[in-house]
Every structure is written in C-alpha cells, then in structure tokens.
C-alpha cells in the first residue's frame, strides 16, 4: 500500500480518536460560565500553518515535489486547503468567546458577531448532529451556536438542564 495512503489513514484515525477526548475534556472543564477553546485548537492551526508554509516553499522553490501540472494543481489545492484551516483554526481560536451566568448569556463569533441574550426568552436548544453543534434559539430570532469543543460547555449544558431544555 502506498505509503500517502497509509499516512492519510492514520491521521483520519488519530483524529477520530482525539475528538471525543477533547469534548469530554472541554465537558469537565470548570471555566466559571466562560466559553473559550483550548489550546489543541492554537496548536492545530499552527500545524496547519507551518504546513502551508512548507507546502508553499517547496512549491515555489522545490523542484521534484511538483514537477508536473497535475501534481502542481493537488499541491496548490493542498496549500490552498491547509491555508484555510489555519485561518479558521486562528480565527476560532483567539475570537470565538462567551460568557453565562444565570440570567444572561453573550457570545462572540467573528463569523456572526456579538449575541447578548437573556435566558427567558430561550425558546430551544437542539443539537444539530450535523454540524456538532448546540443552537440555541431566543425570540428576537438570534441563535447562538456552542459547539461542545469549548472549554465550559459542560457547565451551560448543566444550566440549560436546570432551566429545563434537555440537550
């Protein structure tokens, strides 16, 4: 078997194996009613940007990497690809940030800014399977996404229990 092959599906098997360690992790972690990723979510985007940077090196400037077209377009797809996921590691990482208490919460994505909600207009709470996430919706309209990877998850979890929405 080609050793890509082999590569590609050890890294899909560690990553299989890593995401429920770091849910269960980001679940137990007290953070006092913070929401905010861990460091494995800096890391993952730096892996991803000093790939990108080799990728990108040895593009410009390797000669046997991608010495044909078609190996040129896999490899900018590569660099392309691995370039986004750091930017979205990145972006995560040092913007998406919340707080909650019993009576509030407020939550920051760069992709859809600020959200500052009070928990009785909590109309539900579901968690989409698909995108492994928890939306919470309030009655001006606003969701509120919460992935269960953020540190403190577990204690809004605990607290929309209590409220009375089973998620």
């Known amino acids: 078997m080609d050793s890509s092959i082999i590569l590609g599906l050890l890294g899909g098997a560690v990553a299989v194996l890593l995401g429920p360690v770091i849910t269960r ?3 137990a972690k007290q953070t006092n009613g913070k929401l905010y990723y861990g460091s494995w979510l800096f890391l993952l985007g730096l892996v991803c940007l ?3 940077a080799y990728l ?3 593009f410009l400037f390797g000669e046997e990497l991608f010495s044909n077209s078609a190996d040129a377009i896999y490899g900018l797809i590569l660099i392309c690809s691995f370039g986004l996921s750091a930017y979205a590691s990145l972006a995560e990482y ?4 919340g707080q909650f208490d019993s009576d509030i919460i407020t939550f920051y994505s760069p992709w859809t800014g600020i959200k500052k909600e009070r928990w009785e207009t909590l109309v539900s709470a579901n968690f989409n399977a698909l ?3 928890f939306v919470l919706e309030f009655e001006s309209g606003k969701k509120v996404r919460i992935t269960p990877l953020l540190n403190g998850y577990g204690e809004l979890k605990k607290l929309l229990k209590d409220k009375g929405f089973e998620v």
């Not at 040092?94 to 940030?97: D, L, T």
Request: hydrophobic share 55%; no cysteine.
């Open 25 to 27: 992790s980001a679940a």
């Open 50 to 52: 000093l790939f990108t």
């Open 56 to 58: 990108g090196w040895k």
């Open 94 to 97: 040092f913007k998406v940030k």
């Open 131 to 133: 995108m492994y996430w």
